[in-house]
């Protein structure tokens, strides 16, 4: 596809409004109406909702349901998963072709953490466990689609929202849903936080790949008859100083042994042992590179074995001039609308975004504008929330419609 220049796509919202319409008019909407949008927030926060906890994501699934038909008149469906929580998946307008959003609604933070970090707000800022990560952004993109129907602002394109709950566990459940919606997509906007108080979109995400090592050596006592032993946590040791080594800053490939266990007493030579390793590429030719590199390890120590099983948990999230098209047209709203400089960055973690990249554009990072995902001070501010709200719409309007009628050129 051949990307707009960034001059065409800043020349974007002057270009819709000749065309009779008026974007500001969606920014108004959701302003004068932010204190529902803040209420909802604060209800959404205190459903706790980790990801383990299948009664308290059912829960709130239901709740996402009702608010994504209150809010945009169209209907929800509750898809039942045995294994994890619920999903929802919802549908605004009609047409052959359609635009995907992606929102997760579980959380990293065990139930009863409400009782420790409740949901509060101070000087324009609103702490609580997910908020950030991402309950904030769910908010903002229920409040967008909803601005759009108040405001009778016809699509050429549907817009499917997939609400999941098991994001935060690595979507084993979500996945196939996910590459299935992203298949049928012109594009897909997911609203993850934009990247801490700086507010950028994240264009580049790197790829995933999870393994687990299992090592096996020969037990003896360590005192009697040590050479008789094969330590694995001897042969581990090894290999940890060999795979960390195979990290490059310079290709953004990183390897982390992140957990280690094995042996069974001190005067024992360990007769196993094993690791969890984590590695990040930027580009699917380094997953192609490293991953021969961990899955045939040589053992060191005579006598030892080495068995590697995982593999690729999610492909990099590659900028195209797709994706700079997207990025641009965001920026240009931003500039006009909201007076700022919105910029891009590329980042070591993985979304849903990885899963939906390869088969569709993918803008990611439009959800909230704040920092601490996964910390106790996790928070939002408030003010960004009906900019970030408005400028999403404007997205969803743009691509789903534009100014040819058709829908933006992707």
């Known amino acids: 596809m051949a990307g707009i220049q960034p001059e065409e796509s800043l020349r974007l919202s002057s270009i819709t409004r000749k065309g009779g319409v008026n974007m500001l008019e969606i920014y108004n909407y959701i302003e004068n109406n932010k204190s529902q949008m803040y209420k909802l927030l604060k209800e959404i926060v205190e459903h706790e909702s980790p990801s383990d906890d299948k009664e308290a994501l059912d829960q709130l699934a239901l709740w996402i349901s009702e608010k994504f038909e209150e809010l945009t008149g169209s209907k929800a469906e509750i898809i039942q998963n045995k294994y994890h929580g619920n999903h929802v998946r919802g549908e605004f307008g009609s047409g052959e072709r359609q635009l995907l959003v992606l929102a997760h609604f579980d959380t990293v933070w065990p139930k009863g953490t409400l009782q420790k970090i409740p949901y509060s707000e101070k000087d324009g800022v609103a702490h609580g466990p997910g908020i950030f990560d991402m309950k904030g952004g769910l908010i903002q993109g229920l409040f967008a689609v909803h601005a759009l129907y108040k405001l009778n602002k016809q699509l050429n394109k549907k817009i499917v929202f997939l609400f999941n709950s098991d994001e935060e566990i690595g979507s084993p459940t979500s996945q196939p849903l996910i590459e299935e919606e992203a298949k049928k997509s012109d594009a897909v906007f997911v609203l993850e936080p934009a990247i801490s108080n700086a507010g950028s979109l994240k264009t580049e995400r790197k790829g995933v790949g999870i393994f687990n090592i299992e090592v096996e050596g020969i037990p003896a006592h360590s005192g009697i008859d040590p050479e008789k032993g094969r330590s694995a946590i001897e042969e581990l040791a090894h290999q940890i100083i060999y795979l960390h080594s195979l990290t490059d800053f310079e290709t953004g490939t990183t390897i982390n042994v992140g957990t280690i266990n094995g042996g069974s007493r001190s005067n024992v030579i360990a007769e196993k042992a094993y690791a969890e390793l984590d590695l990040r590429v930027k580009k699917k030719t380094e997953f192609d590179r490293v991953i021969p590199l961990i899955e045939n390890l040589s053992p060191k120590v005579e006598g030892t074995t080495i068995k590697v099983t995982g593999g690729i948990n999610r492909m990099p999230m590659e900028k195209n001039e797709a994706v700079e098209e997207m990025f641009q047209t965001a920026k240009a709203f931003a500039a006009e609308y909201f007076d700022f400089e919105l910029t891009e960055m590329e980042t070591g973690g993985g ?32 003010d960004e929330m009906p900019k970030r709200s408005a400028l999403f719409a404007m997205l969803l309007f743009t691509y789903g419609k534009g100014e040819d009628g058709n829908g933006k050129g992707i």
């Not at 920092?371 to 996790?378: F, R, V």
């Open 351 to 382: 979304s849903d975004g990885n899963f939906t990249s390869p088969f569709a554009p993918t803008l990611d990072g439009l959800g909230a504008v704040g920092d601490g995902a996964h910390a106790n001070h996790e928070f939002l501010i408030l």
